[in-house]
T-cell receptor, first 116, second 109 residues
Framework: NAGVTQTPKFQVLKTGQSMTLQCAQDMNHNSMYWYRQDPGMGLRLIYYSASEGTTDKGEVPNGYNVSRLNKREFSLRLESAAPSQTSVYFC???????????????FGEGSRLTVL | EDQVTQSPEALRLQEGESSSLNCSYTVSGLRGLFWYRQDPGKGPEFLFTLYSAGEEKEKERLKATLTKKESFLHITAPKPEDSATYLCAVQAGGDKIIFGKGTRLHILP
């Protein structure tokens, strides 16, 4: 999806391994979001960032860390992966301009993570 | 705590059979309610924003409405290509966006 690039698209990890999911945007928006999606659970907010250098916890932050070192990139790190973290992870940015509501989100293609 | 509940979880309709999906919410200070469509293997795609009770938005066979406690997504004379998961989300104060679990809609030809 032009505008939001997620890497990797697929990853298989063993329990206890660490990895970082990367999200990069070229839409110059202040806010960025990380969600996870599991069957029958909809989208659950992990962390979000309202601006460069700031991050806030969402609904399910445990087991994750994030980093927003610049405006363009927002990374999600699993320090010690667990099978419960098997999921599809989506990065999203608002479609609107700064000051408008953020809920009109544009999503990346997703990163499919399996933890064995 | 902000909450979004969608019903039903799944819905099967015959082509042309109109129906409604429900999204009830509990938030303090609603800034916006949003509807999305998600196709299998894809990220959600934004459909509508509703800001205040009484507001309505339409797009092709879809119409979204909002009251003080819930929103409805009405689907009129659906076609098989309308089959998807429909997600509802809310934004309260700040930048936090919370989604419901979605309704899986299947339109039979």
């Amino acid at each position: 999806n032009a505008g939001v690039t997620q890497t990797p698209k697929f990853q298989v990890l063993k329990t206890g391994q660490s990895m970082t999911l990367q999200c990069a945007q070229d839409m110059n928006h202040n806010s960025m979001y990380w969600y996870r999606q599991d069957p029958g659970m909809g989208l659950r907010l992990i962390y979000y960032s309202a601006s460069e250098g700031t991050t806030d916890k969402g609904e399910v932050p445990n087991g994750y860390n994030v980093s927003r070192l610049n405006k363009r990139e927002f990374s999600l790190r699993l320090e010690s992966a667990a099978p419960s973290q098997t999921s599809v992870y989506f990065c999203a940015i608002p479609l609107g301009t700064a000051g408008s509501v953020n809920g009109e989100l544009f999503f990346g293609e997703g990163s499919r993570l399996t933890v064995l | 705590e902000d909450q979004v509940t969608q019903s039903p979880e799944a819905l099967r309709l015959q082509e042309g059979e109109s129906s409604s999906l429900n999204c009830s919410y509990t938030v303090s200070g609603l800034r916006g309610l949003f509807w999305y469509r998600q196709d299998p293997g894809k990220g959600p795609e934004f459909l509508f924003t509703l800001y205040s009770a009484g507001e309505e938005k339409e797009k092709e066979r879809l119409k979204a409405t909002l009251t003080k406690k819930e929103s409805f997504l009405h689907i009129t004379a659906p076609k098989p290509e309308d089959s998807a998961t429909y997600l509802c989300a809310v934004q309260a104060g700040g930048d936090k966006i919370i989604f419901g679990k979605g309704t899986r809609l299947h339109i039979l030809p």
